[in-house]
C-alpha cells in the first residue's frame, strides 16, 4: 500500500517522468499499431520490432556506452532496413509476404543477439543493463533518455493527426488517394518511418521482444468495442496507457521484473475481456442473444401446440400432453410455461393450460407466418410440400411483420398453406 | 470497326500495358466523344479494368500515351473521378457512410486540411441523390452490395468532376439498384458529363450506352451503340480465341525481360 501512494502519488519526480514517459510512448504505439492492424500489417511491425535489436548493438559499440542518441539511431537504421529489405524482396522475387517476414525476423534478431554475446564477452563495464532492452525495463529510464523517447513519441501522435485522413485513405483505399492526386508512395514511407519509430521510443521500455504486442493488441482489442476510426484510436490509446502504468507499477514495486512481459499481461487481459464482454461482439453478449433468442422458440413452439390442441376441438392441453408431445425438454417447457404465464399469453388451472386470447392472437400469428413461408416456398420456389417445413419451423420466429405484409400481398391473402391446413387470421374464431 | 473522333475528351494512343512478363493490352487506340454514356465490354481477363487503371496512371503503360480533354492527365486531375471495384476495398474498416463519400471531397481539399462543414454538405446531397440519405451514419460493412455500390458512386459524385471512370458499378447489384444508378447515369450524361463504364452484360449494354468499346487483349471495336453491336463484332470480343496473341504472349514470358517496355 505504501508502495502503491508513493508511486502513484508521484512524490518522487522520476516516477512521474516514466509514468509521462509510459503514458507518450502507448499512446504513440497504440495509435501507429491500430492503423497497421487495420491495413493487415501486424506481422511487419514484429519483424521490424525483432530487426532494431542488431542497430541497438551496433550503436553501443559505435558509442562505448549507453548514449541514448547512438542507440536510436541505430535501432531506426536497422529497422528501416529491415522494412526496406522486406519491400525490395517481395518486388523483385515470387515469396510470399509471411515467408519473407519469419525470414528477415529471424536473420536480424538472430543477428542482433550475436553481436549482443560479442558485447557482453568484451568486458566493457558499460554493457551492464544492455539485456534490458531484450524484455524492456521502464524504470531505468533515466530522465535524458525520456526527452528523446518522449519527444519522439510525441512527433508520432502530432503527425497521426495532421495526416489522418491520408492514413485513413492509405488503408482503405490506395487507389483512390492515387486517383484524387494524393502521393501514396511517399504517405506509405512516412507511414512506415512512424512505425519504426514507435518501436524504436517502445525498446527501452518494453524491449524488443514484446513491442509488436503493444502496437497490435490494443487496436484488435479497441475494435470489438467500435465500430468508428475515433473511437477505436481513442480506446486503443487508454488500453496501451493503462497496461503500460500497470507494468511500470509493477517493475517498481518488483526490481527485479522487466516491464515488458507484464505490460503484455495486462493487454492480454483487456483484450480477453473485450473478447468475452464487449457489447455486441463479445462472446457474452452473443451468447446472452443466442440464449433468448432459443428461449423465445420453445415459447413459440408451446404456443403453436396449444393453438393446434384448439384446431382439433380442444380448449385446453394438460400439462401432461404438453409433456409428452415435447419429450426430453421439460426443464425448458417449464420455463416457458412460466414465462407465458407472465407476459399473460396463457392461464393455468390446476394442471390445465390455456390460452388468453392476447395467447390465442401470437399462436395465430406465429402458425400463419409458419404456413405463409411454406406456401411461398411452394408457389415461388417450386419446393415440394412435403420439403418446405423444415425452414418454415426456423424462420417462423424472425419473420417481421413488415415481411409478413409483403407474403400476404404477394401470395394474395390465401386461405390454405400447401398442406391444405387453414391459415390462421386474427378475425377467425377458434 | 474503330470510329474515331476530332476534339475527342479522352485519346487513347497505342498503349500497351503488361503486367510483369505478359501483357494484358494491345496496342489499344482509340477516341471518345464527350457528353455520352460509353461501357466497355469484354469477356473476363480481356483487359477492361486495366484500360481504366492506366487511365489513372494506376498502372504505368508500356508504350503509348492517354490525353485527356487533350492534357496529361496531372493537368485535368481535379476533372476527373474514379469508382474503384467493390471488392478491391475491406468493407469492415471501421467508417460511416458519410466518412467514406467524404473521401470524395479528398482531391480538392489537398493534405493536411480537414473536411468541414462545406465538404459534409457536398456528401450529404450526393448521398442524396443516389437515395441514400436514410444511411449516413451506418457502419459500412452492415451495407449490401448494392448499397456498398451506391455509396462509391456517391463519393464519385462529391468529386463534381466532368469525367467518371466506374469500374463495374453495376456488379453484384439488384435489378432496382441497376435501374437507379443507370438513371442517375444518364442525368449525369444530360448534363453534360462523360460517363465510361466497365461492363459485363451485353444484353443491358445495348440499351445502356450510347457508345460502346470491344475489348479483348486488342481493341476490337469502338464506335457508336447501333454501329458496332453486330455479330461479327461481338464473335471477335466474345468467342474467338486468340491463339496466337497466346503464344506470342507465352513466347515473353520464356524471356528475361519484356521487350514491350521503353
Redesign the interface.
Known amino acids: 500500500m505504501e508502495d502503491f501512494l508513493y508511486f502513484f502519488t508521484f512524490q518522487d519526480s522520476s516516477i512521474a517522468f516514466v509514468v509521462i514517459g509510459i503514458t507518450l510512448l502507448g499512446l504513440g504505439s497504440a495509435y501507429v499499431g491500430t492503423y497497421s492492424f ?1 491495413d ?1 500489417k501486424a506481422l511487419l511491425g514484429d519483424a521490424i520490432s525483432h530487426a532494431v535489436l542488431p542497430g541497438i548493438c551496433l550503436g553501443f559499440i559505435l558509442a562505448g556506452e549507453k548514449n541514448p542518441i547512438y542507440i536510436v539511431s541505430g535501432a531506426f537504421l536497422s529497422g528501416a532496413l529491415a522494412t526496406f529489405l522486406t519491400s525490395w524482396i517481395r518486388s523483385n522475387t515470387k515469396l510470399s509476404e509471411d515467408a519473407i517476414i519469419a525470414s528477415i525476423l529471424s536473420i536480424f534478431f538472430g543477428f542482433g543477439v550475436v553481436l549482443l554475446t560479442v558485447i557482453q564477452k568484451s568486458g566493457n563495464p558499460e554493457m551492464a543493463g544492455l539485456n534490458q532492452f531484450i524484455f524492456g525495463n521502464a524504470i531505468a529510464i533515466l530522465e535524458e533518455d525520456l526527452y528523446i523517447y518522449g519527444g519522439l513519441a510525441v512527433l508520432i501522435i502530432i503527425t497521426l493527426t ?5 492514413f ?2 492509405l ?3 490506395p ?8 502521393p501514396m508512395g511517399l504517405i506509405r514511407l512516412i507511414f512506415n518511418v512512424l512505425m519504426i519509430l514507435a518501436v524504436v521510443i517502445g525498446i527501452q521500455a518494453i524491449g524488443v521482444v514484446l513491442m509488436a504486442a503493444l502496437l497490435i493488441t490494443p487496436g484488435a482489442a479497441a ?1 470489438f468495442w ?4 475515433h473511437k ?1 484510436l481513442i480506446i486503443a490509446g487508454l488500453f496501451s496507457v493503462i497496461s503500460g502504468i500497470i507494468g511500470t507499477y509493477i517493475s517498481f514495486v518488483l526490481p527485479q521484473m522487466p516491464t515488458g512481459p507484464w505490460v503484455v499481461v495486462c493487454l492480454s487481459l483487456l483484450a480477453l475481456i473485450s473478447f468475452l464482454f464487449a457489447p455486441k461482439k463479445g462472446v457474452l453478449s452473443r451468447t446472452i442473444a443466442r440464449q433468448s433468442y432459443l428461449k423465445k422458440t420453445n415459447r413459440d413452439h408451446l404456443l403453436k401446440a396449444l393453438h393446434h390442441g384448439l384446431e382439433n376441438g380442444k380448449k385446453y392441453l394438460s400439462i401432461e400432453e404438453i409433456y409428452e408431445s415435447f419429450p426430453y425438454q421439460i426443464s425448458k417447457i417449464k420455463q416457458s410455461i412460466d414465462d407465458l404465464i407472465k407476459s399473460g399469453l396463457i392461464t393455468k388451472n390446476q394442471k390445465l393450460i390455456i390460452l388468453t386470447d392476447e395467447g390465442k392472437s401470437e399462436a395465430k400469428r406465429i402458425v400463419r407466418l409458419h404456413r405463409l413461408w411454406e406456401l411461398y416456398l411452394n408457389e415461388y420456389m417450386n419446393i415440394a410440400p412435403d420439403h418446405v417445413h423444415d425452414t418454415a419451423e426456423k424462420l417462423e420466429h424472425i419473420l417481421t411483420p413488415e415481411v409478413e405484409a409483403l407474403l400476404e400481398k404477394r401470395l394474395n391473402f390465401p386461405k390454405l398453406d400447401p398442406h391444405q391446413e387453414n391459415i390462421p387470421r386474427d378475425y377467425d374464431d377458434l | 470497326m474503330i470510329t474515331q473522333i476530332d476534339n475527342p475528351i479522352l485519346e487513347i494512343h497505342d498503349l500497351i500495358v503488361s503486367y510483369d512478363q505478359s501483357p494484358v493490352l494491345w496496342n489499344v487506340d482509340l477516341s471518345l466523344p464527350s457528353g455520352k454514356l460509353i461501357g466497355i465490354l469484354g469477356p473476363n481477363g480481356a483487359g477492361k479494368s486495366t484500360l481504366i487503371k492506366a487511365i489513372m496512371g494506376l498502372v504505368t503503360p508500356s508504350g503509348g500515351y492517354v490525353k485527356i480533354f487533350d492534357k496529361t492527365l496531372e493537368q485535368v486531375r481535379s476533372k476527373i473521378s474514379y469508382v474503384p471495384q467493390r471488392e478491391s476495398v475491406d468493407w469492415n474498416f471501421p467508417a460511416s457512410v458519410l466518412d467514406v463519400v467524404m473521401m470524395g471531397t479528398y482531391g480538392k481539399l489537398g493534405l493536411f486540411k480537414r473536411p468541414g462543414k462545406k465538404e459534409k454538405e457536398i456528401a450529404l446531397s450526393c448521398l442524396d441523390q443516389v437515395g441514400m440519405m436514410s444511411f449516413v451514419n451506418r457502419q459500412i460493412s452492415e451495407l449490401s452490395g448494392g448499397q456498398q455500390q451506391r455509396v462509391f458512386i456517391a463519393r464519385a459524385l462529391a468529386q463534381e468532376a466532368d469525367l467518371y471512370l466506374m469500374d463495374e458499378p453495376f456488379a453484384g447489384v439488384d435489378m432496382s439498384t441497376e435501374t437507379a444508378i443507370f438513371n442517375l447515369l444518364k442525368e449525369m450524361t444530360a448534363k453534360g458529363k462523360t460517363v465510361i463504364v466497365v461492363h459485363h452484360d451485353i444484353h443491358s449494354a445495348m440499351n445502356y450506352f450510347d457508345w460502346i468499346i470491344m475489348l479483348n487483349l486488342h481493341l476490337v471495336a469502338s464506335g457508336p451503340t447501333d454501329e458496332v453491336i453486330s455479330e461479327e463484332l461481338l464473335r471477335k470480343t466474345y468467342g474467338g480465341k486468340l491463339n496466337l496473341l497466346t503464344k506470342v504472349t507465352d513466347l515473353i514470358k520464356q524471356k528475361d525481360f519484356n521487350p514491350l517496355k521503353n
Not at chain 1, 487507389?175 to 494524393?182: E, I, P, Q
Open positions: 487495420l493487415k495532421l495526416f489522418q485522413k491520408e485513413s485513405m488503408v482503405f483505399n487507389d483512390f488517394g492515387r486517383a484524387v492526386g494524393y475494435r467500435t465500430d468508428r476510426l477505436l
